[in-house]
């Protein structure tokens, strides 16, 4: 049974930083791809970074130059967040996908924001003004 265990949300105010991780365990694929969700109330699931497997990432127009996707070797995801805005107020989801995933379109459309294999329970952020 593959696990995937989120934790590092919490509440901050604008300007401010956390960081996610997202630890995983009970799988054995050679290669996967990781990937950060978010959902706000009320509006859609979206991608916000993805990493595939050999090791290129994508990140969300509105997150780039303030959000880091990277890995361990020990299968942990994880998210910085620096300079967070109140719009970055969301649910955080962790996915894990062994099959081929466009990064790209990932991030940027509504493509895979719920077909993939594999999701943790979700943390939450939020981000005052």
């Known amino acids: 049974q593959v696990d995937l265990v989120e934790s590092g949300g919490g509440s901050v105010q604008a300007g401010g930083s956390l960081s996610l991780s997202c630890e995983a365990s009970?799988?054995?694929?050679?290669?996967?791809?990781m990937g950060w969700f978010r959902q706000a109330p009320g509006k859609e699931r979206e991608g916000v970074a993805a990493?595939?497997?050999?090791?290129?990432t994508a990140y969300r127009e509105s997150v780039k130059g303030r959000f880091t996707i990277s890995r361990d070797s020990a299968k942990t995801l994880y998210l910085q967040m620096n300079s967070l805005k109140p719009e970055d107020t969301a649910m955080y989801y962790c996915?894990?996908?062994?099959?081929?995933?466009?990064?790209?379109?990932?991030?940027?459309?509504?493509?895979?924001?719920?077909?993939?294999?594999?999701w943790g329970q979700g943390t939450q952020v939020t981000v005052s003004s």
């Open positions: 996915a894990v996908d062994p099959r081929p995933r466009d990064i790209e379109r990932v991030v940027s459309t509504r493509e895979g924001r719920f077909d993939w294999y594999h």
């Open positions: 990493m595939d497997s050999d090791g290129s």
């Open positions: 009970g799988f054995t694929y050679s290669s996967y791809c």
